[in-house]
């Protein structure tokens, strides 16, 4: 497990979708995902269809230009509330957020959270692909759904996405993992993959990162 030089602190964060850019200062990346997904968050809310916002993230001398994409999709006869799946690159950040409003607002705290995670989640691999100084774990490759689940890009991501929703949720993160096992079951199924061994490398990351992830 490696990791390479500390998470610059300060960055800045412009909206670029107008012809006058908003600037805002956020003092964490922690911060800067906030503010994103308080934006979609509000989007979902008043019913919108879309999200869409060209970002550009200055980062201590280095930045990245890219957009984020946002779909909500009406799913009235699926049996679960919501469900979310991202992308991310060094261009974009997308979400398809398919979600049953039969359900809503009853289950909006959990939808927060999880909109919480993966905007985290994804964030990083936007970093990833532009700044020299993210979080880094010596892996394999993604030929297999335990190797991708335990790659260099996907560990940290998925940690530090699942520690944003155990805070927003007030569970542990051994809790919040189990939780989003459960969520995902059928894939572990399908593809015959060992949670308990996927589990021991995200939690060995966590406890090697844990003072850096303190501030997170």
Not at 67 to 91: A, C, D, M
């Amino acid at each position: 497990m490696i990791k390479l030089k500390s998470l610059i602190k300060e960055l800045a964060y412009y909206d670029l979708s107008g012809d006058n850019p908003d600037e805002v200062y956020a003092n964490s990346n922690d911060e800067f995902a906030l503010l994103l997904s308080r934006e979609i968050v509000a989007a979902f809310k008043r019913g919108d269809k879309k999200y869409y916002k060209e970002v550009y993230w200055d980062r201590g001398g280095d930045y990245a230009e890219f957009e984020v994409k946002v779909r909500f999709i009406k799913r009235p006869k699926q049996e679960y509330s919501h469900s979310i799946e991202g992308g991310g690159s060094s261009e974009y950040l997308e979400l398809d957020i398919e979600y049953n409003p039969k359900m809503f607002p009853a289950e909006m705290n959990r939808f927060v959270a999880e909109v919480k995670e993966t905007i985290v989640h994804e964030l990083e691999h936007v970093g990833q692909q532009n700044f020299e100084d993210m979080f880094v774990v010596r892996g394999v490759d993604h030929s297999t759904y335990d190797k991708y689940l335990t790659s260099r890009e996907e560990v940290p991501a998925f940690v530090k996405g699942l520690l944003k929703r155990a805070k927003v949720t007030k569970q542990t993160l051994d809790a919040t993992m189990e939780q989003w096992h459960q969520d995902n079951i059928r894939q572990f199924e399908f593809h015959n993959t060992d949670w308990p061994s996927i589990k021991k490398v995200w939690m060995d990351w966590a406890q090697a990162n844990k003072d850096k992830l303190k501030k997170f």
